[in-house]
């Protein structure tokens, strides 16, 4: 079995309205060094496998098809061993 732990990202070039509220938030409570704030999206998922690279891309198509939109996000993951 393995966890994969799965951080989806807005890409650089696109506005992340939540980031910029959190940012002026911030500055308004006093935190004034903050230049910029960007929210993103972790997830765990549990794979019934003994096999990594079949986990591993797994994961991949998951991200693929419904975690991240290729327009606008990019993804990331660490597969973790689970005992």
């Known amino acids: ?3 994969a732990k ?3 990202q807005l890409k650089a070039s696109v506005l992340d309205p939540q980031g910029k509220a959190v ?3 911030l500055h308004n409570l006093g935190f004034a060094d903050v230049a910029e704030t960007r ?3 972790y997830i765990e998922i549990s794979i019934d496998s003994a096999d ?3 986990a ?3 994961i991949e198509q998951i991200c693929d098809s419904l975690l991240a939109n290729p327009n606008t996000e990019t993804y990331n993951f660490v597969l973790e061993k689970q005992e």
């Open 1 to 3: 079995m393995y966890k």
């Open 6 to 8: 799965i951080f989806v």
């Open 23 to 25: 940012t002026n938030s």
């Open 39 to 41: 929210i993103s999206k």
């Open 52 to 54: 990594e690279a079949k």
């Open 56 to 58: 591993k891309t797994e």
